[in-house]
């Protein structure tokens, strides 16, 4: 079964014409239409009374081969008991098996009793998210997605300010989960626990992680972007995220890690003494890494200063000696290159005065993907190595001009 949103509809020229983004279609569990705009974090310390009459899921899965396509899913509050397999995903509770989500957009959603504020993916389903949005949910086990003893692959998604009681601010993969993510991007999502931005624990769970970005991430204890038991990186860029100790990833004891073509930077420890701090990487080849930074260097690492076209910053909101109220400005993590960096505001290409030194340092085996010429012939470091928008390189225009 197929469901599709964003068509025009009647009363317009053409009520065929489909665009989820000018012709929205929302799914909404505020049955009063009554709800008033709240941050996520607002759930930890009471109840919205609007949100009293807001249904438990908004959409629930249980069919097999379904997809979803193209619609907004906001409202949902699930605060009931959980029953059996019943055990969260205020916006999408999928229970069925092979399930496709396709250009849809979680906003607003809450789980207060259960995992997973925006969806929950139960045991043994294979789903597959693709090309969308999950902002502002909260949820404990993930503020916005929670994987159960399923197998989930998520490609081209952001999650955006989400926000976690306990672990996972966006993300979190429990008992034998497999979670793996492309082309996808963290930015202020916020644990109490461990892991700002996904959590894995340490059953068996195993996360992937390839061209992806995670930025201004906090977690109140360990793993201000990643903590898990199991994880692989590559072509990642880790940048201003936030914990108490190990603010860049936290790998449990006994865990298993591997970092390639990435880049650590500028995370920041909140807390000057931590016992439960780690040595958390495993193996880190190609990556640049910042001086301070608790890794094991390997092979091709370099620490030198990746310069980022502009990265983002910690807005102290006027109260410089309490980060708790700190605000992430978002900013921009291409590389730049006198050669050519890929402006994603102006969707142009732009040259700078200076070339990052993570440009054509990645792994000499990797291939370069779909990094546009003149390209150096080796993958860039960081987010966009491989991509389309990775930044050029000069090393063949020097060769030409010779």
């Not at 989500?101 to 995992?115: K, L, Q, Y």
């Not at 998604?157 to 497999?178: D, H, K, M, R």
């Not at 624990?201 to 903590?227: E, I, K």
Request: aromatic letters at 8%.
């Amino acid at each position: 079964m197929t469901l599709r949103g964003g068509y025009a509809g009647i009363g317009t020229p053409d009520p065929n014409a489909r665009d989820v983004n000018d012709y929205p279609t929302v799914l909404t569990g505020d049955l009063k239409g009554n709800d008033l705009p709240v941050p996520a974090a607002v759930f930890r310390k009471a109840m919205p009374i609007d949100r009293l009459d807001n249904v438990a899921n908004v959409v629930k899965v249980v069919g097999d081969h379904v997809v979803i396509d193209g619609f907004t899913i906001r409202g949902g509050l699930y605060s009931i008991i959980p029953r059996g397999e019943s055990n969260g995903g205020a916006g999408m509770l999928i229970l069925g098996h092979e399930v496709k989500v396709a250009s849809c957009i979680f906003e607003d959603n809450a789980t207060t009793t259960g995992w997973g504020g925006a969806v929950y993916v139960g045991p043994v389903c294979h789903v597959e998210i693709v090309e969308s949005t999950f902002s502002n949910n909260y949820g404990g086990g993930g503020g916005a997605l929670c994987c159960h003893q399923g197998h989930v692959s998520l490609y081209a998604c952001e999650f955006i300010q989400n926000y976690s009681p306990s672990s996972g601010g966006a993300v979190a993969g429990w008992l034998l989960a497999t979670v793996a993510f492309e082309d996808s991007v963290f930015i202020g999502n916020t644990a109490m626990s461990l892991g700002g931005a996904v959590f894995g624990d340490s059953y068996n769970t195993t996360l992937t992680f390839t061209n992806s970005l995670f930025a201004g991430n906090l977690a109140r204890m360990q793993g201000g972007a990643v903590a898990a038991g199991a994880i692989s990186l590559k072509n990642c860029t880790i940048a201003d995220n936030r914990a108490a100790g190990n603010p860049e990833i936290r790998i449990e004891t006994d865990g298993l890690s591997e970092l390639a073509n990435c880049i650590v930077w500028k995370n920041e420890k909140l807390s000057r003494e931590d016992p439960n701090d780690s040595d958390w990487l495993g193996t880190c080849f190609y990556c640049c890494l910042d001086p301070n930074a608790v890794a094991t260097r390997d092979l091709g690492n370099i620490d030198q200063d990746p310069a980022f076209a502009m990265p983002g910053y910690w807005d102290p909101n006027g109260t410089p000696d309490d980060f708790s109220d700190d605000i992430f400005v978002e900013g921009d993590y291409h590389l730049k290159s006198q050669a050519g960096r890929w402006n994603p505001n102006s969707e142009s290409w732009v040259a700078d005065d200076v070339t990052s030194p993570c440009i054509d340092a990645g792994d000499p085996n990797s291939p370069i993907g779909h990094e546009p010429f003149p390209n150096g012939g080796i993958i860039n470091m960081g987010a966009y190595g491989g991509t389309a928008e990775a930044s050029m390189s000069i090393s063949d225009i020097v060769t030409t001009l010779d």
